[in-house]
């Protein structure tokens, strides 16, 4: 590790040099901490900082490396969490003003599970309001950058990560990093803000692929907190990045290559299907036909459930509050039109109105009807192939304001990770090339239910065939 | 898929969401855009098909009726935005 920079190691690095005391989590955190500071007023990816905790629990690691015990596979590294997980003591916003100051009385099961195998919080990243966009722009907290290009889009809506249309892995993919979505189920979603609660997941974004792996491993696991977490056995997903690929049938779905697609995303996917073959795996051609539904399903079911879910911000318990009105009804709809950005008050608008009398069956019903088709559709590809590779973007990162003002184009961005929400399967983007202009490209595989080991095995093979710069340069 | 500016107003009023004027007539031409677009879910026969609220089926789940208490009422009290000793206060709630 001599000579490398600390930022640029990975986790487990990381995680093995302070257990075999070659560094102290106390060097490490104040490295990272110093790189906020120079690189944050540029990309704006933190919120919150927490220098002072951070160093105090880096200490507190170090004193008990020191007296011959570790916590937790994390132990000792910094990571950060997206302000959409609650965090007892440190305020947690989820990109709004309305709860702009927000302290939460508890700590979400991720932000637990990741204290207690031994992670040092640097902070709190930025993050699109309440996670609705896909450039991080609808935060309250101005937009956040990539760090490869500052004046384009880092993706939306993390931050790493939570994600309910493809909110880890889109800019995961644009900003050349690993982002793992897990099955719907695999990740308690306790102390996580909820958007569409049918289709929010939390997970990973990390800089390797066994990174990610090492902490999905962390993360995942039945909640009594939250029922629709699943119990079933969480498996060494590590291992799985080593498992070989050989024999190994990749579906290509026809839909996901159509038009739209960005010419330098495709032939990057396309190199990496060939390193996953050089490898001995297969490569299928499948069809998912009902793809061209999904976004339009999935632009009813996130608003219906996002109003719902947001009718809690009402200036009552927690949160900002309107002064001055003179009834409670009124406090209610000025806190709400005041505390919510436009993207917000969108969403809320159309799925009140999806779910308001006399429109209910024919859009939320319908939508849900729509939703089983896309399902199926993924059913029948997997009684044939064991991964599905796809674009996890149709292009690399577009520019800040490009889209901003037009919400359909927006949310065409999302169009190849939406359809893994409604079927509730797991996927993961990895790095696989660069565009002209020097921009990531992250290719995404799909797995079945709860077979999130399938694609980190791909996605690792994918990951050591093919090399590519994972830190941006710093004056970019 | 035209919507009408009252129908925006009437949504707004369910949603509790104070609108400016600008914003409702943003709002009826996002809103009728986004709703066109929507609505090609409209070409798809679904009758018969069943609706789906959970993508991965586990049946419903049961736990004991048992007393977790929270314990830190203070701690969800001090995020009130209004509150007298132990209530959250808001402003009157029958309005003249």
């Not at chain 1, 927490?50 to 011959?68: F, K, S």
């Not at chain 1, 024999?247 to 330098?264: K, N, T």
Request: one cysteine or more; a negative charge; charged letters at 25%.
């Amino acid at each position: 590790m001599a000579g490398i920079p600390v930022h640029e190691w990975t986790l487990l690095d990381a995680a093995r040099a302070i257990r075999e005391r070659e560094v102290s989590s106390r060097e490490l955190t104040r490295a990272l901490l110093e790189r906020i500071d120079r690189v944050n007023p540029r990309i704006n990816a933190y919120i919150t900082v927490l220098p002072e905790q951070a160093m105090r629990d880096a200490a507190a690691c170090d004193e008990e490396i020191a007296a011959g015990g570790a916590r937790g596979p994390l132990h000792g590294v910094p990571v950060a969490l997206k302000a959409i997980f609650c965090t007892k003591g440190i305020r947690t916003t989820c990109g709004s003003r309305i709860l702009h100051d927000f302290d939460p009385p508890y700590d979400a099961t991720v932000t637990g599970k990741i204290r207690e195998a031994g992670a040092v919080l640097l902070g709190k990243q930025n993050m699109d309001e309440f996670a609705m966009g896909s450039s991080t722009e609808t935060s309250w907290f101005g937009p956040a950058r990539n760090p490869w290009a500052t004046d384009r889009i880092p993706g939306g809506s993390s931050g790493g990560g939570t994600d309910t249309g493809g909110s880890i892995r889109q800019p995961a993919s644009l900003c050349g990093v690993v982002g793992m979505k897990p099955t719907y189920g695999r990740v308690s979603r306790y102390g996580m803000v909820a958007f569409a609660s049918s289709l929010d997941q939390g997970g990973p974004i990390a800089r390797t692929v066994p990174d990610a792996a090492a902490v999905l491993g962390v993360i995942a696991g039945h909640d009594r907190r939250d029922s629709t977490s699943v119990d079933v056995p969480v498996p060494d997903y590590l291992a799985a990045t080593g498992r070989s690929v050989r024999g190994m049938r990749v579906g290509l779905p026809r839909e996901y290559f159509a038009d739209g697609l960005d010419d330098s995303v495709r032939t990057a996917v396309e190199k990496a299907l060939e390193a996953l073959v050089s490898l001995g795996a297969e490569s299928v051609e499948i069809s998912l036909p009902h793809t061209e539904y999904a976004l339009a399903t999935y632009y009813i079911i996130g608003p219906a459930e996002a109003s719902s879910n947001l009718a809690r911000y009402d200036g009552v318990r927690y949160g900002y509050r309107s002064e001055g009105a003179k009834g409670l009804i009124e406090m209610m709809s000025r806190t709400r039109g005041e505390g919510f950005g436009a993207e917000v008050k969108r969403r809320i608008m159309i799925g009140t109105y999806a779910l308001s009398a006399g429109y209910y069956e024919a859009y939320y019903g319908k939508a849900q009807k729509v939703r089983t088709l896309l399902r199926r559709d993924f059913q029948e590809a997997f009684a044939g192939v064991d991964v599905i590779l796809t674009p996890t973007a149709p292009t690399p990162a577009f520019r800040i304001g490009e889209k901003v003002d037009d919400p359909l184009t927006m949310y065409l961005s999302d169009i190849y990770t939406i359809p893994c929400n409604l079927a509730g399967i797991p996927g993961i983007s990895v790095p696989c090339g660069m565009s002209p202009d020097g921009l990531p490209i992250g290719a995404q595989l799909l797995g079945k239910h709860f077979d999130e080991e399938a694609i980190f095995a791909a996605a690792a093979a994918i990951e050591r065939e093919i090399p590519l710069p994972r830190v941006a340069p710093e004056e970019g | 898929m035209a919507i009408t500016r009252e129908e925006v107003l009437h949504v707004a009023r369910l949603a509790r969401l104070a609108l400016s004027s600008d914003e409702a007539d943003r709002m009826r031409e996002q809103l009728g855009d986004i709703l066109a677009y929507i609505r090609q879910l409209d070409r798809l026969d679904t009758s018969g098909v069943v609706p789906t609220s959970h993508a991965v089926e586990t049946g419903t789940p049961y736990r004991d009726d048992s007393v977790h208490p929270f314990g830190e009422k203070e701690e969800i009290l001090k995020n009130a935005p209004d509150r007298e000793d132990d209530f959250f206060r808001v402003p009157r709630i029958i309005e003249d």
